[in-house]
């Protein structure tokens, strides 16, 4: 078999719901009035992610000593959910006033008032794809909370155009895996 040079993609949205309501109509004006017209802000703002890292998996280890001294060292007897590292994070294409930046503050502003009874965001679907774009894996990031939000660098020796981003901390309770494998892969 001869690989395909194109790399494998993802997919990663945040679903509808993710934004309150009170931030939707704080920017939907000035989303409206951009060039490229979104219909919604959850839209506008999947449209400025450029990466999400998938959490790695670290494995622990019992030992045990026995006669004369010898170690002897057995697999930890740690569920496999909590094997994985709980946080992610998905970073955003900074974009003109760093409006982006302004609505998922506001955003976390929000998730983080005493007075919202929500205790989680909604599930972050996270998906990995081939290189003719069908789904492979799902994984699911469920019972999430938002953690961080990093710091801008502003500059004003910094004129030329470049990509600046910022990123945004999560931390998953629990993650759930589906794979796709069983059904139809064309090419």
């Given at each position: ?44 703002m999947n ?36 094997l ?104």
């Open positions: 078999m001869i690989l395909n040079s194109r790399a494998s993609s993802f997919y990663f949205v945040f679903p509808k719901g993710f934004f309150p309501e009170v931030v939707v109509e704080k920017y939907m004006p000035y989303v409206k009035s951009l060039q490229t017209p979104f219909d919604t802000l959850t839209q506008f449209s400025t992610i450029q990466s999400i890292n998938f959490p790695g998996m670290s494995m622990g280890s019992t030992q045990q000593v026995r006669y004369l001294g010898k170690k002897v060292v057995y697999k930890d007897a740690t569920p496999v959910q909590d994985f590292n709980q946080e992610f994070s998905v970073s955003f294409r900074m974009t003109d006033g760093f409006v982006n930046y302004w609505i998922m503050l506001d955003t976390i502003l929000n998730f983080q008032n005493f007075k919202n009874e929500q205790l989680y965001v909604p599930t972050l679907p996270l998906r990995f794809l081939n290189t003719n774009g069908d789904i492979l894996v799902t994984n699911n990031f469920e019972n999430v909370i938002i953690s961080s939000i990093s710091d801008v660098q502003l500059n004003y020796t910094q004129n030329s155009p470049q990509v600046s981003t910022f990123s945004v901390g999560f931390k998953s309770n629990f993650m759930h895996i589906q794979l796709h494998m069983d059904q139809k892969v064309t090419g």
